[in-house]
């Protein structure tokens, strides 16, 4: 695995790499290394403005070249956001490295884990957390196919959806207590009573009655998190209750 030292180095040279490109205008480190140290297992992630008169697109692939010569890192994927576009990178050692450019002019914090390093940036609002109401909604829907795949047989993806509805009530409860919504990160520190409400809902092995027994157990546990959703919930719960009931003829 990657060192602390590794990672500083990677960054060290990455910011060199951005004080002596004319078309670089502002730099900041974000996600967890930008509130504080992080850990050993931090990733790294720094973004970019690019002065609005270049390409962003001729940056980046400009700085992958040299990125992926210098350190031997492999391009997984890249991810458009707005006007940002990241570009992902596995690093020797496991070391997760985020680049993103923005054009100047919108360059800023979206998001409160950015920690400006040089240049400006402006004023923009946060993004929103995701609404209760979608939250809820994904859940209902991801519980409805996790129930009709167990009755076509469809095992594998039956436990594809029990455990996409489990991450969306489970995501409805960090929204709830004002913990991230998103990729797990509130997870670990929800109450113990909320996470007791979800600890039989992991399928254990991919038969019809053990599938069966974990959707109905998260099916629970997404309406014991209604708090925000009361309307909606209270109109789609008895069709909720349906699917946890045994289906004759089928």
Partial sequence: MFSVDYRDQVC???LGMADTDNRITSGAVVGSLALSEGDRW???DLTFAVADEFNQLDVLEDWTDRIV???NAA???DLPSGASIYRVFLLPGCLQF???FTPASKFGATGPKFKLLFGSAVEKPYNPPPAAR???????????RA???IERGKLWQAEYWVHSTRDYALNLACLRLGLPSNNGRGYDALPKEVLDAFKDTFVITLEKNELQKALNNCIKGLLSETHLVQDLALQVEPQLQILTAVWEGM
């Avoid at 979608?134 to 409805?144: R, S, T």
Wanted: aromatic share 20%; hydrophobic share 50%.
């Fill in 98 to 100: 985020d680049l993103s």
């Fill in 134 to 144: 979608d939250l809820f909604g994904y859940a209902v829907h991801h519980a409805l």
């Fill in 147 to 149: 129930r009709f795949c």
């Fill in 75 to 77: 391009h997984l994927f």
């Fill in 42 to 44: 931090s990733d790294l």
């Fill in 12 to 14: 060290n040279f990455i």
């Fill in 69 to 71: 010569e210098k350190f």
